[in-house]
Antibody, heavy 120, light 107 residues
């Protein structure tokens, strides 16, 4: 059974870089798009972007100047960095796997989410 | 980006009710639409994909329909476990986008 686990600091100061890691167990990270999403408290889901093991990335236009995603196949980990954090970046951050089944490229596995608060 | 709009934002219903949630896309997405259920403090859980295909293990109380720009999620006979927030999501193009969510609450 594939499992995803996000980890990282729960508190980040304004203007600093928010850094999170998603560790994948029970399956390979190859051949999938690994997506980061976030959900501000009481609000809806926002797609941040994805990385594929080929190295291809795609980021939300509203965040792309601040986002970097990397992938470490030796550790089965996917990382997210969001620079110049502000209070508006306070959210629960999720990593998710996008299925590669034709016609069903939905998010089939999710991490439990990690709350990151941006505050001094 | 394709905008996804759900209605209503909140729905008050009773156990046993049949409820319908609508999701509209700002442009045609064919049938590339998924529905997720999210409970408080949990990650979303897939219910429906390709607009009307029921995910394995999901109750047949849930059904989806639609194509193009208009879609619906129907819960046939609301159960206590169904009170949650529901999101539609298009996977026709990048960036993937979600509706703003519909909270189904107890009347």
């Amino acid at each position: 059974q594939v499992q995803l686990q996000e980890s990282g600091p729960g508190l980040v100061k304004p203007s600093e870089t928010l850094s999170l890691t998603c560790t994948v167990s029970g399956g390979s990270i190859n051949s999938y798009r690994w997506t980061w999403m976030r959900q501000p408290p009481g609000k809806g889901l926002e797609w941040i972007g994805y990385i594929h093991n080929s190295g291809r990335t795609d980021y939300s236009p509203s965040l792309k100047t601040r986002v970097t995603m990397t992938l470490d196949t030796s550790k089965n980990q996917v990382s997210l960095k969001l620079s110049s954090a502000t209070a508006a970046d306070t959210a629960v951050y999720y990593c998710a796997r996008e299925s590669n089944t034709p016609g069903k490229t939905i998010f089939d596995y999710w991490g439990q989410g990690v709350l990151v608060t941006v505050s001094s | 980006d394709i905008q996804m709009t759900q209605s209503p934002s909140t729905l008050s219903a009773s156990v046993g009710d049949r409820v319908t949630i609508t999701c509209r896309a700002s442009q045609s997405i064919g049938g590339w639409l998924a529905w997720y259920q999210q409970k408080a403090g949990k990650a979303p859980n897939l219910l429906i994909y390709k607009a009307s295909s029921l995910e394995s293990g999901v109750s047949s109380r849930f059904s989806g329909s639609g194509s193009g720009t208009e879609f619906t999620l129907t819960i046939g006979c609301l159960q206590p476990d169904d009170f949650a927030t529901y999101y539609c999501q298009q996977y026709s193009t990048d960036p993937r986008t979600f509706g703003q969510g519909t909270k189904v609450e107890i009347k």
